[in-house]
């Protein structure tokens, strides 16, 4: 039995070509195998036996010669299939090949799978080219110019066509019977393409094109021309260009509609542009002044991993002091703080060896649960409330051990001590951390909190050691490096966030370190607040209607607003305690106690857990029926946001429904509106003091939406001008601007660059009468330029010989200078001498109705006629309206004369005919 299979036969070609090639060359190279080394091939070739299951087939495909074949002979004898491979019908030039049954038929398999992909593949790549064909242009000077002779496109989109017809037949009688029946032909089209194509291998055109676009600007066309690297013609676009220019005076654009030729001279680079400018140009510009921004919150948006309580104590103290405001109720007065964290930062200063303690200083209520407290309890003369060293005997045990102090041996020592503390959650150690500057944190000394500028990683450690009075007596918590602990023995520190993140402990307490970690306070993502036109609000989206409202709707609580509720509004105008609707302003929160910090935009609450406990706490004073109260806090108070990770609190819609909204006016907001939409990407740029700033490291832009993000928070507290310069797609266009210019780049070196740059921007008016501020411009600028940029090693070792810093990049030098000059003009549509009208009073007609009454007005005195009206120029005198006619108008409801069935006397027929009175049709 034969098997013929000559199209899958050609698999075998390589192999019989290398394989007389691989003869020969080793008969070649036989003496010098010894003294080669072995050549790795990118393609390797494969198995000798290409049949052979257990071998990969040849990387190689070449065509087979017309004189080879082979076919498969079934061998009754063995069962074995074996595979003949001849050239002619004769000659059979290798040893056959057998296949059992099972091998065989993988082998068939594989092979029908392959020819019936390659048939799909041809068959996909025949219909595509049917689609979209390359044509050939057979001319060796149409090859010269393009690069090739070969004539690509691709579309790609759809076309939806829609036929119909209207009939509308209405029956009403009074419509002629042949107007009644009305038919329309209706035809709709819905066309979206894209076209890309290649003209040889120079020139590249694009468009897209969607019927259903709302812009002009959506709709790009370009044709593009890509010069070889020794020609003087570079590049040249046609169709939707920009001209990015490298200066802040003369920016360019980037929303134009022409042509665009860039070529080169040796070291002298040319661009030239003509088009029409598409775009509006515009700047903004935050000075001093304010822009009123709105705000909204959600109330599971508070900041995290930023505000800490110095300890348990202070947390319960929080809400009873802040019922004082606008002064705090405490006692406390922190007179020394330091702050230490994990070293992200390599710093070689002001870091020490720490181990921070969670239960350090805490009075022996606050500590862990599973700690023997009773071992821990310090002497009770000593024993305060408030956190002291004195309050358990931690602190003194651990300051005593030597191997705890050498911090290396500290995990040892400390477990020896079968106190039950875990590394993690009771304790952390700390290599090298280091303390903050004063200026990387704030803390309010009379409410006992402390605020980074920075938010923490989850990962990260932050403990602390600080000292403060209270009625007369000064109290320590921790360590400080100040007072004699040097080097390198360990500071024991209170630890207030640890490397892991617990909720709870084993008794279902919540645990002592996610408990001080503040959880009231909210960033509106500002600097420099003013009270002045501040706004703010709280509110509740109301499950049944879906509606923000300002309370709570459910009685008795709908008769409070939500901001008194909270404790936001306990303060009139005045400073007086009585609410008056209106937000506490009481600024500095972070310092001095507050509900606001206008410096960086920080809300505070007066309440730890304001859509929690304390909500709770004013339901239950305010509904009498506890069943009723019971029911009130569990579908509305938000405590899961307390109790969980921010992201399990968002899992609960039901609850979380809580907003703050407002608006406010600051010198300098980290996020500005551009007031336009659809912005070209990099048309925007911004210059903080005249510096220009980098996108994506000092600010970001929204192109879609049309908003800059300011995210280097140094450069909003540094309180510099900041200026914003974009180009917006106009929406609607119907005055033509026409912008030429050239550029000229010289490169003197590869660090030294000169440029000149000459523009002209003309408009054309559509009328010759403009009015004053919409003259058509024809304007020039022309301008010079030069950067230097080169690495200086002087400077690198100059930085190096500086004490305790060493430089980890090459130092450079950098300089660029620019300069420019306006010279200003306008079309010679309206006139030589510019001409612009106040007001057109020949094309413009003003009618005022004396019958509309209320636009009536008590007319004024005539002044410059002192022979009819002396009493013009008297206007702080009662004589000036001496004169004035006693005129009255007023409206008499119509009921009264339109016979409303009023009774007979109460408007009588001498009333309704008096001319006073009477109605006016």
Do not use: C
């Not at 390589?14 to 060359?25: A, D, I, P, R, Y």
């Not at 003294?35 to 990387?59: R, V």
């Not at 303390?435 to 980074?452: D, V």
């Not at 006693?886 to 009588?908: C, E, H, I, M, N």
């Amino acid at each position: 039995m034969k098997i013929e299979r000559p199209r899958f036969a050609q698999n075998f070609a390589l192999v019989l070509g290398l394989s007389l090639f691989s003869g020969v060359w080793a008969q070649a190279t036989e003496d010098a195998a010894n003294d080669s080394l072995p050549i790795i091939l990118p393609f390797p070739f494969g198995g000798e036996d290409q049949f052979n299951p257990t071998e990969s087939p040849a990387g190689f495909d070449f065509a087979w010669p017309e004189n080879f074949n082979y076919e498969i002979v079934f061998d009754e004898t063995t069962g074995l299939y074996s595979i003949q491979q001849r050239i002619g019908d004769t000659l059979l030039y290798r040893p056959s090949t057998y296949l059992t049954l099972d091998e065989y038929l993988d082998y068939d398999i594989t092979g029908n799978l392959t020819e019936y992909w390659t048939d799909l593949q041809a068959e996909d790549d025949e219909a595509e080219r049917a689609f979209a064909p390359k044509l050939t242009v057979d001319s060796e000077l149409f090859e010269t110019i393009f690069g090739s002779n070969e004539i690509e496109i691709k579309p790609q989109g759809s076309a939806e066509l829609t036929f119909g017809i209207n009939i509308s037949d209405t029956e009403n009688p009074r419509i002629p019977e042949r107007q009644r029946r009305i038919t329309t032909f209706d035809f709709d089209q819905r066309i979206q393409l894209n076209i890309g194509g290649k003209i040889g291998d120079k020139i590249e055109l694009g468009t897209n094109y969607n019927t259903e676009a709302l812009f002009d600007f959506e709709n790009q066309m370009n044709i593009g021309f890509q010069g070889e690297e020794d020609d003087i013609l570079k590049n040249f676009e046609a169709g939707h260009i920009s001209m990015p220019l490298p200066g802040t005076l003369i920016t360019g654009s980037q929303s134009l509609f022409g042509v665009k030729l860039e070529t080169q001279w040796g070291r002298l680079y040319n661009t030239t542009v003509f088009s029409q400018q598409k775009g509006e140009r515009r700047e903004i510009e935050v000075e001093g002044g304010a822009q009123t921004q709105e705000f909204n919150i959600r109330a599971d948006d508070y900041e995290a991993n930023r505000h800490y309580f110095l300890s348990q104590y202070f947390l319960d103290q929080y809400d009873e002091a802040m019922q004082s405001l606008p002064v705090p109720n405490s006692g406390v007065n922190i007179t020394r703080i330091e702050v230490w964290v994990v070293n992200t930062q390599a710093n070689t200063q002001d870091v020490r060896n720490v181990i921070g303690f969670t239960d350090l200083g805490e009075h022996p209520d606050y500590v862990s649960s599973n700690l023997p407290v009773e071992t821990l309890v310090g002497d009770s003369v000593t024993l305060q409330r408030n956190p002291t060293n004195a309050n358990n005997q931690l602190f003194d045990m651990m300051v005593s051990n030597p191997n705890v102090l050498g911090f290396t041996g500290a995990n040892s020592a400390i477990a020896s001590m079968n106190l039950g503390l875990t590394q993690g959650i009771h304790y952390e150690r700390v290599g090298n951390a280091r303390k903050l500057a004063p200026t990387e944190f704030t803390y309010n000394a009379r409410l006992g909190f402390i605020s980074l500028r920075q938010a923490l990683n989850n990962a990260e450690v932050l403990a602390v050691a600080y000292e403060y009075t209270l009625g007369g007596e000064t109290y320590q918590v921790g360590t400080i490096s100040q007072d004699g602990y040097t080097a390198p023995d360990a500071l024991m520190l209170k630890m207030l966030k640890s490397s892991i993140t617990q909720l709870r402990l084993s008794n279902g307490d919540q645990a002592p370190l996610w408990k001080i970690m503040m959880k009231n306070v909210y960033s509106m993502q500002a600097f420099g607040l003013s009270e002045e036109n501040f706004r703010l609000n709280i509110w509740y989206n109301d499950p049944a209607t879906g509606v923000d409202l300002n309370y709570i709707p459910r009685n008795p609580l709908d008769g409070t607003l939500l901001i008194q509720l909270l404790g936001m509004d306990r303060l009139d105008i005045n400073g007086m305690t009585q609410p008056d609707g209106v937000f506490d302003f009481v600024d500095n929160a972070a310092t001095m106690g507050g509900t606001i910090h206008s410096q960086n935009g920080r809300i505070f609450f007066p309440s730890a857990e304001p859509f929690g406990s304390n909500l709770a706490e004013e339901i239950q004073e305010r509904v009498e029926d506890p069943d009723l109260a019971a029911n009130l806090i569990e579908s509305i108070v938000f405590q899961p946001l307390y109790d969980s990770t921010k992201t399990a609190a968002q899992q609960i819609p039901s609850l979380n429904r809580f907003s703050i909204k407002g608006e406010f006016q600051s010198q300098t907001s980290s996020e500005i509106a551009l007031q336009a939409m659809n912005i070209p990407e990099g048309s925007v740029t911004v210059t903080a003091g005249g510096v220009r700033l980098i996108e994506n490291q000092d600010y970001t832009v929204d192109y879609q939406l049309g908003r800059v993000r300011i995210i280097n928070d140094g450069l909003l507290e540094s309180g510099r001008n900041i200026k914003v310069s974009l180009e917006s797609n106009s929406l609607f266009s119907i005055q033509t601007k026409t912008m030429m210019g050239t550029r000229f780049d010289y490169a003197i070196g590869d660090r030294f660059n000169m440029g000149a740059t000459l523009l002209n921007l003309r408009e054309r008016p559509l009328t010759q009468k403009v009015n004053i501020g919409n003259e058509p411009v024809n304007n020039s600028i022309v301008g010079a330029d030069f950067s230097y940029q080169s690495n200086s090693q002087f400077l690198t070792d100059l930085v190096d010989a500086l004490p305790f810093y060493e430089t980890s990049a090459a130092s450079s030098i950098d300089i660029a200078a620019e300069a420019a000059y306006l010279i200003p003009g306008h079309s010679r549509a309206i006139g030589q001498d510019g001409n612009a009208y106040i007001d057109d009073f020949e094309g413009s007609q003003s009618a005022i109705d004396i019958r509309s009454v209320n636009r009536w007005f008590l007319a004024s005195t005539p002044k410059l006629q002192p022979n009819l009206f002396p009493e013009g120029n008297l206007e702080d005198s009662l004589i000036y309206n001496y004169n004035r006619a006693a005129l009255s108008w007023y409206t008499v409801d119509p009921q009264f004369f339109r016979g409303s069935g009023l009774q007979d006397g109460q408007v009588s027929a001498e009333i309704k005919s008096d001319h006073r009175t009477r109605e006016v049709l």
